[in-house]
């Protein structure tokens, strides 16, 4: 045996007594290490160490120890010498761990299984013990000389099936007890981990183990904070013979929801502000300042950095229910959350900070985070770390700390400390006087109101019935939303609106919680209800868009269109098949890109052309992404993808959709299989049950179905061939008009280019102009007569004389009456751009027709600036728009003669 010491191991032997110890009492570890140490360890090299049977409990706690001799011995080598990334290393002790702990726990349950018979569930099959690994152990990030925490959990209570039955509690509880000694006992070898159940529920005082009732139980009555905290690096480690898989999702589908809420959950931030200042008020007692993992800028706070964001936004983004925190970093990047170059400077402390760690705990094998104070052994933790001397090593890791804290603190700072100077005014603790004259100083003009309202509100029995953490929380957000209103163009109506919305949202905790801990997202509100009634509204209706306003990106122009739809696919994915998740998902992604538009739009950043163009890509995005969802729950549908398109006519046709607008739809199909008719009917019953349903989510769409064939008498989809047919032999002129603005909006787009082409067919027909003229004229009046305001003073935007209705009809004359000789006219291009296409043809006067459209612009903005108000439906006096009307009359009369 060739015990000579490889010289390339003399950095790992300098640094660690542990090492060098362990080899001149074990020589024969070295040609075993010398054969091994260049490659990473694996899950067979450490098995293999276990294979064989074992005399006695002692014959196995031997060869545990063993074991971690040999593991550690390779381990400091590969990572003192340079070879070992942290994730190797990190990733080794974990399987150390896992191997370790499953080949225990089925060591021991067979032992007690012949002794007892079988713990038996309800269906009277085998049940094993659930190891739930927390902590660093369930993260996969275990640490070199680190505790396992570990819970207990089993499926169901029942007994054992053996002639000296005992209770599944008391089999489990003592394989628990064997497992933690096979482990934990300090031997002549020392031991294998230490072992922490700590963690479990009740902690020491509670029993070892505990069933999934009893933990679910536990979880809904008593589950804290902290504990949610703990275990999102929850990770049940049974594998091989002790691996049940159905327990394993059971145990899951428990933990999942205790870990992470439906909704956003901001009250998080203040739990675990409170979990971190316990921590720092210990390490402070203790004189920890250099503790690695607890002190400032340490390890913890990195960890608490990636954890907080998992436990607010977890419930609602699957993708952050993982444990690494490295991963977890890099992911808020991805979702945007946390900018790259915070995450690379987190990432970089954090692997920094490990390693340090690391070498902290080789030196002697201890658990130890601290930074030693000999000078011989800073030196030597310098050097293992690559640099010349202890004080470059701490310049580097002050840098670091410095970095991780300030990342920290804007993380988990306290807008709340201090009181607001404004808190007297909110809880009514003023003398009248006093009041009137802090809201006048804040520029109400309406003081008295304020007041009152005030009043009102704390009198109220929803305020008094709050639970007293949400009291605490809307009395903490009040003073500030006083202050906001004060720097709003209208303090009094944004009071009002605000605490109306306040009062709405009182009993959701997260939300106030939101608002709280983010000044600036108040700040948002206030502008916006300011800004606009149909606004509030909206935001009432979905308060969840308040994580909107935290987006430093909101007032962004660009929209990525197919980052969106890549978007709703992933978060559609995550939850396949489940119909109810899936029409929240479409509805609160629609929503939230609903809220950023109109975010950018009381900002004056969105012309009324392009605001409807965005409305439009929403519209088309969600209907598109909606149909196959539909498809899939048609259980006897003939084929995988559906020759089936929606056509969008009115203003989802032309492009002109505003916030509310309905979608005025038609469905056709091109398919000859018997199934046809009876499954693409169920699809468009179904999709349209999707797109207009109330869910607790909201809605999406108003739809309209009546302009279709035969209109409500009409089948609900039809066939291309029957489309084209009833177009050419039964369809009235205004159908016709109605198709100018038609066009393919989802679906097939084989269907949707056949349908164009019938489209172009039929606008193309000659026609009787005199005819078509009388027609067109006749139904302007049916109209006229059923909504124009006719008011001398007031002007109706879109019925009166002069209006919308008469633009559209102009250019849907032009249309029908021109694009047999002018094909362009048939082009899906908007009124406007019609209108001038018309003038350069000289079918129409162009200065006429610039004129036009110029008044079509802005009854647009208008009426679209009276939705956002608090009167959408008032009239506009005629004298502000009088010259577009008269533009408008000229044109009308200049194509169809003068009005009756």
Known sequence: MDTQIDPRWQPALAHSRYLSNLLQARPALIPELAASWQQPLDAGLLTAALSGDFADDEALKSALRRLRHRAMAHLMLRDLCGLAPLAEVVESMTLLADVT?????????????ASYGEPLDSRGRPQRLLVIGMGKLGGRELNVSSDVDYIFVYPEEGDTAGPKSIENYDFFTRLGKRVIQALGDITADGQVFRVDMRLRPNGDSGPLVCSLDSLENYFITQGREWERYAWIKGRTMNAGDNLQPEWVEAMQKIARPFVFRKYLDFGAINAMRDLHAQIRREVARKDMADHVKLGPGGIREIEFMAQVFQLIRGGRDPALQIRPTLAVLALLVERQLLPADTEQELREAYVFLRRLEHRLQYVGDQQTHLLPVDAAERQKIAVSMDFADWPALLAVLDEHRARVSRHFDAVFSDPEAGEHPLTGLWMNQLDE??????????????????????????????????????????????????????????????LVRGIAFLEGIARRGSYLALLQQYPLALKRVADMVCASTWATDYLNRHPLLLDELLDPRLYEMATDWQGFREQLQRNLADHLDDTEREMDILREMHHAQVFRLLAQDLA??????KLSDHLTELADSIVQETLPLVWRKIKKRHCETPKFAVIGYGKMGGKELGYASDLDMVYLYDDADPDAQENYTRLAQRLNTWLSSQTPAG??????????????????????????????????????????????????????????????????????????????????????????SNSPVDFGLKHDAGGIIDVEFIVQYLVLGHAHRYPELTGNLGNIALLRIAGELGLIDPQLALACGNAYREYRRLQHARRLSATPKAPVPREEVERHIVAVDALWQAVFGARD
């Open 604 to 609: 004056g950043l969105q012309t009324i052309e």
């Open 433 to 494: 006087d006093t009041a009137l004259e802090a809201f006048g100083n804040l520029g109400f003009r309406r003081p008295r109101e304020a007041i009152a309202r005030l009043a009102e509100l704390r009198a109220s029995s929803r305020y008094q019935q709050l639970p007293a953490t949400n009291r605490q929380r809307l009395d903490a957000v009040g003073p500030r939303l006083i202050e906001a209103a004060g720097q709003t163009p209208d303090p009094d109506t944004t």
């Open 101 to 113: 702990t499953n080949f225990a726990l089925a060591h021991y349950h067979r032992q007690l299984a």
């Open 699 to 788: 809605i999406l769409f108003e739809t309209d179905l009546r302009l279709r064939p035969n209109g409500d008498a009409g089948l609900l989809a039809v066939t291309v061939d029957a489309f084209r047919d009833y177009q050419l032999k039964q369809a009235w002129t205004w159908e016709h008009q109605a198709l100018t603005r038609a066009r393919f909006c989802a679906g097939d787009s084989e269907v949707g280019a056949r349908f164009e082409a019938i489209r172009c067919e039929i606008l193309r027909q000659p026609r009787d102009l005199a005819k078509l003229r009388e027609e067109v004229v006749a139904m302007r009046r049916k109209m006229y007569d059923a909504h124009a």
